[in-house]
C-alpha cells in the first residue's frame, strides 16, 4: 500500500549504544529474532552499528526513537541501564532520541532521587516502570510504587508502565504479572497523571483495550504486538484504536526486537482507519510528549 509517511515517532527503541550492548539488556531485547525465524531481526542490531540504526531511521521516517530506561535490579536476564547514560545518549543525540528514566523498584528512592536530578534535562519526556517483571513483581497499584507516580506528577511527566507476559517470564515470573487490571486503579487514583501501557499488556489485549477505554489518562502503547504480521491480539488493539481509542494509541517498534523498516510497514498494513494513522505515529505522541515536529 502507498502512504505518505508522516515524522513518526518510535515510542520504544533502545539504540546500539555501549549503555545497553556492553550488558545482558541489548542480547535479551533481540529475544524474538535469536530464537524465532519468523523475526529476521535489523541488520544495525546483530551489528550493534548506531550509524546503520540512524540510516533505518530516515528510511522508515523515525523522527524519534523514545529510550524507555530499564532498572531491574538484575531481575532474570533483564539487566539495566544507568539514567545518567540515558542522559548522555539524549543530548548527544538530541534530534534523535528521546528518554524515560528507569526506576528501580528495588531501590525507589535512588530512582527518585534521580528523577529530581534529571527531570528537567533536555529531551527526557518520561519515567519508566516494570512491576510485573522486577525481581519482586508486584502490580501497579501497589503503595511501593505511588512516591513514583506523585513525582512523575510533581515533574509533569508521564509514566511508561511496561507490561508483557515475555517480559514477566524473562524477569522469572508468570505471565498473569503482565495484566493490566491494576492499571485502572492507578489511573483513577491519579486522574492527571498520564500512564503509557509500553508492550500492552500483551497477550491481555482486550482487558488493556477495556481499562483504557474507561480511563482517557491511559496510552497503548502495543509496539511491536500490534506491528508483527500475524502477531496473535494484534487485531484487538487495532479494532480497540478503530472503535474507542484513536488518541489513546501509540506506535513503536520495540527496536532491537523489531526490524524498524519492517514494523513500520507490518503496522500499515495491520488494518488501522486511514484517518487515524497520523495519530498513532505521531500526532498522540507529540501531544503527549510537547513535541514540535515542525
Given at each position: 500500500m502507498t502512504y505518505m509517511m508522516p515524522p513518526i515517532v518510535d515510542m520504544r527503541l533502545r539504540p546500539p549504544i555501549p549503555a545497553w550492548t556492553r550488558g545482558s539488556v541489548f542480547r535479551t531485547a533481540m529475544h524474538y529474532p535469536r530464537k524465532m525465524i519468523s523475526f529476521k531481526g535489523a541488520r544495525s542490531a546483530w551489528l550493534e552499528d548506531l550509524d546503520i540504526l540512524f540510516e533505518e531511521m530516515d528510511s522508515s521516517s523515525i523522527r524519534y526513537g523514545v529510550l524507555v530506561g530499564r532498572a531491574s535490579s538484575g531481575a532474570g536476564n533483564l539487566g539495566g541501564v544507568e539514567?545518567?547514560?540515558?542522559?548522555?545518549?539524549?543530548?548527544?543525540?538530541?534530534?534523535?532520541?528521546?528518554?524515560?528514566?528507569?526506576?528501580?523498584?528495588?531501590?525507589?528512592?535512588?530512582?527518585?532521587?534521580?528523577?529530581?536530578?534529571?527531570?528537567?534535562?533536555?529531551?527526557?519526556?518520561?519515567?519508566?516502570?516494570?512491576?510485573?517483571?522486577?525481581?519482586?513483581?508486584?502490580?501497579?497499584?501497589?503503595?511501593?510504587?505511588?512516591?513514583?507516580?506523585?513525582?512523575?506528577?510533581?515533574?509533569?511527566?508521564?509514566?511508561?508502565?511496561?507490561?508483557?507476559?515475555?517480559?514477566?517470564?524473562?524477569?522469572?515470573?508468570?505471565?498473569?504479572?503482565?495484566?493490566?487490571?491494576?492499571?485502572?486503579?492507578?489511573?483513577?487514583?491519579?486522574?492527571?497523571?498520564?500512564?503509557?501501557?509500553?508492550?500492552?499488556?500483551?497477550?491481555?489485549?482486550?482487558?488493556?483495550?477495556?481499562?483504557?477505554?474507561?480511563?482517557?489518562?491511559?496510552?497503548?502503547?502495543?509496539?511491536?504486538?500490534?506491528?508483527?504480521?500475524?502477531?496473535?491480539c494484534a487485531d484487538t488493539y487495532v479494532k480497540g484504536a478503530n472503535m474507542f481509542l484513536e488518541n489513546q494509541t501509540l506506535f513503536g517498534s520495540a527496536y532491537p526486537v523489531k526490524d524498524i523498516q519492517e514494523a513500520v510497514r507490518d503496522f500499515l498494513d495491520m488494518g488501522w482507519r486511514q484517518d487515524i494513522i497520523p495519530k498513532i505515529l505521531y500526532g498522540n505522541a507529540a501531544k503527549l510528549l510537547k513535541l514540535d515536529l515542525g
Open positions: 539514567n545518567r547514560e540515558i542522559v548522555e545518549a539524549v543530548n548527544t543525540y538530541p534530534d534523535r532520541f528521546l528518554g524515560f528514566l528507569g526506576v528501580d523498584l528495588d531501590d525507589i528512592d535512588r530512582g527518585l532521587a534521580e528523577i529530581r536530578e534529571y527531570a528537567s534535562e533536555t529531551n527526557i519526556k518520561g519515567v519508566s516502570i516494570e512491576p510485573g517483571s522486577a525481581r519482586d513483581p508486584r502490580w501497579s497499584d501497589d503503595a511501593s510504587l505511588d512516591p513514583v507516580y506523585q513525582a512523575a506528577l510533581e515533574h509533569d511527566l508521564p509514566v511508561s508502565i511496561s507490561l508483557s507476559g515475555l517480559l514477566s517470564v524473562l524477569g522469572g515470573h508468570d505471565i498473569t504479572w503482565s495484566s493490566p487490571v491494576s492499571i485502572q486503579r492507578v489511573a483513577q487514583k491519579y486522574p492527571d497523571l498520564k500512564i503509557i501501557v509500553s508492550h500492552a499488556a500483551w497477550p491481555y489485549a482486550a482487558e488493556m483495550v477495556v481499562v483504557a477505554m474507561a480511563c482517557p489518562n491511559i496510552y497503548v502503547s502495543p509496539d511491536l504486538y500490534a506491528a508483527t504480521k500475524d502477531m496473535i
